[in-house]
């Protein structure tokens, strides 16, 4: 018979489990120079267009653990949800349950 409570267990952090990352390249560090402008275009997109819609905070995941945060197609995304969220709510006049 398996043993799965194992799996489920935590355990601690071993000592070399901080240093082994403390050197890792982070996504920025992986991107191009292309990608890196790419992102960095996808995000003056996503500030202006939380501004526009009045949004002051949000927080987003992805179900994969990738870092929607360098993905420029997910960044432009968002920024289109927002902007859309701001048009039903301008074509309503701000009441939900129109």
């Known amino acids: ?3 799965l ?5 935590r355990r601690p952090a071993t000592a070399g489990a901080e240093e082994s990352t403390a050197g890792a390249p982070t996504g920025q560090d992986l991107l191009t120079p ?7 275009q996808a995000w003056v ?3 202006q267009a939380a501004e526009e819609a009045g ?5 987003a ?24 969220f701001k048009e039903a709510d301008t074509a309503t006049g701000g009441d939900p349950a129109r």
């Open 45 to 47: 997109e996503l500030r």
């Open 34 to 40: 292309e990608q890196a402008a790419d992102v960095e």
């Open 55 to 59: 949004v002051t905070a949000f927080r």
């Open 1 to 3: 018979m398996l043993d």
């Open 61 to 84: 995941c992805t179900r994969g653990g990738s870092r929607w945060e360098e993905d420029p197609a997910a960044v432009h995304a968002l920024a289109a949800a927002l902007r859309s």
């Open 5 to 9: 409570r194992g799996l489920f267990r």
